[in-house]
């Protein structure tokens, strides 16, 4: 199994530093592997230091102490090889659809035609055919997820870092975003790290569900949440609901937790 | 069309009354002569070719100090807002420069210049730069980090993201900081002719008051008017085009 290991965590431990105020422990000793075009949910209350790891991972947070490793390498910077999708989008606001996926594609070794095409390939594939010069502002926000998403995967990163991608969206928007990320990663295999602290999108979309505890961040238990077709008519399936309910039990005690340390 | 008649129809009402003013003589004529014996003048001070010649001149003060206060202001904000070196090397002086009425150093500018175009191109510049320096600095600070490490994952290098990113996220306040310059530079350009010049707008009104003849005095501070909203609208027009993404 270790050597297939393509994402390795090993003893992480991160301290966030605000400008003002006191330091916080957000990580403490996060030990994970990521097996290469797995699908991994993190999963855990707000402020548990899930999203800290996805940026330690993308690298844009140094790691202080422990290693990761990404294809054997220390991660030291953020680079095209993983592609991160926040939760707010991250769209350069200033530029149309067309110009926003083009972007990841400027620095790859591609002639003008090819990225043309392969900038609409995407965005074609996310259905967003008709609207590549239209700017962000103009888009609902399962639009803007969509090119966001466009984006990343135009530049064909290994690994797909995800923060809470559909945490903005309404209820509707969100299960189609799902069912439609589900189907592109069938599509184009990729390894998914995806922040979640909705139990049932972490079962619904991984392979393996990582419980993390609450501050400081511990990886409580990881849990197989393979099923076989994946699919909307799972959701209510009597294994799934399961699935949830044994997850659920895992979270609670952490969200009760959360809530007892943000209390004033 | 209407609309834009209407827009402007208090100004035709003052107009009039101007006029009738003038004509009734409820004011004196010499304080303020009728609004056709200053468009007669105007006619008279353009084929004279004096408003022309005293116009390009004070133009290219204008717009030679306000494109230096916008490209060097511009890019000194910005780069305050990238090096925090810079940034504390620089924030007092700044801060000290700011409130200062600027129109305090035209006999500074004219010391070191003299009364030739290099004294006012330097006054509008130093007075304009601060705004810009203020906008540009404040929107590149305001730059949004997730924008920043979302161009860095795709590959950009410092240069780029500072040209991709820092720079669009500080367009909006940017601009409104060249704005508040734009109209800076005509109250600059006038009033430092108007003390120390031989050429120019402000010469021109000085030298006219001076002489008496009040229906051209106002013919040149109502061109100059003109000049300045004309300048403001069509950088209005611009400012809209280039923020076209705003919501």
Request: proline content about 5%.
């Amino acid at each position: 199994m270790d050597d297939q290991a393509q994402i390795v965590i090993d003893g992480v431990t991160h301290t966030y530093r605000p400008a003002h105020g006191r330091a916080v422990l957000a990580l403490s000793d996060v030990s994970l592997e990521v097996r290469a075009r797995e699908f991994l949910a993190l999963l855990g209350p707000s402020g548990c230091g899930k999203s800290t790891l996805l940026y330690l991972v993308g690298g844009f947070l140094p790691t202080e102490v422990g290693r990761i490793l990404v294809e054997g390498r220390p991660v030291s910077a953020p680079g095209p090889d993983r592609g991160i999708v926040f939760q707010h989008f991250a769209l350069f606001p200033w530029k149309t659809v067309r110009a926003n996926v083009l972007y990841g594609l400027e620095r790859q070794p591609l002639s003008r035609p090819e990225r043309e095409q392969r900038a609409q390939a995407f965005i074609d594939l996310v259905g967003l055919g008709g609207f590549e010069e239209s700017y962000p502002s103009q888009l609902s926000g399962g639009m803007r997820q969509r090119t966001a998403l466009a984006r990343t995967l135009a530049f064909d990163p290994s690994i797909l870092l995800m923060d809470e991608p559909f945490g903005a969206l309404d209820a509707q928007t969100r299960a189609l975003m799902q069912t439609e990320l589900l189907g592109i990663w069938r599509r184009t295999p990729k390894t998914v790290i995806f922040v979640t602290h909705d139990v049932q999108e972490a079962v619904y979309l991984a392979d393996r569900v990582a419980v993390m505890s609450t501050r400081p961040g511990r990886i409580k238990t990881i849990v197989d949440t393979r099923f076989g077709d994946r699919n909307p008519s799972i959701l209510r399936s009597k294994q799934f609901v399961e699935k949830v309910d044994e997850i659920w039990d895992l979270v609670r005690v952490e969200a009760i937790k959360a809530q007892e340390d943000t209390a004033p | 069309m209407t609309r834009a008649a209407l827009r402007y129809l208090p100004l035709l009402i003052l107009a009039v009354a101007w006029e009738a003013a003038a004509r009734l003589n409820i004011v004196s004529a010499l304080a303020l002569p009728p609004l056709s014996h200053v468009a007669a003048a105007w006619v008279d001070l353009v084929r004279d070719g004096d408003l022309i010649d005293n116009g390009l001149t004070s133009l290219y003060r204008l717009i030679a100090g306000f494109l230096l206060a916008v490209g060097v202001g511009g890019a000194l904000g910005l780069a305050m807002a990238s090096w925090r070196w810079l940034d504390a090397a620089l924030r007092p002086l700044v801060e000290l420069f700011y409130p200062l009425p600027k129109s305090a150093l035209i006999p500074v500018t004219v010391l070191w210049l003299g009364f030739g175009d290099g004294s006012k191109i330097l006054l509008i510049f130093l007075g304009c730069m601060i705004p810009v320096t203020i906008g540009a600095y404040n929107g590149a600070r305001g730059s949004d980090h997730v924008l920043v490490w979302s161009a860095r994952s795709m590959g950009a290098g410092r240069v780029r993201l500072l040209w991709d990113v820092v720079m669009p996220s500080a367009l909006p306040e940017l601009l409104n900081g060249v704005r508040t310059a734009l109209a800076l530079s005509f109250i600059l350009l006038v009033s430092s002719e108007l003390i120390s010049s031989q050429r120019g707008f402000g010469y021109l009104i000085g030298y006219l008051g001076d002489n008496g003849s009040y229906a051209g005095m106002f013919a040149v501070v109502l061109t100059v008017a003109f000049l300045g909203f004309a300048a403001d609208r069509l950088y209005q027009i611009l400012m809209r085009w280039f923020l076209r993404w705003c919501e």
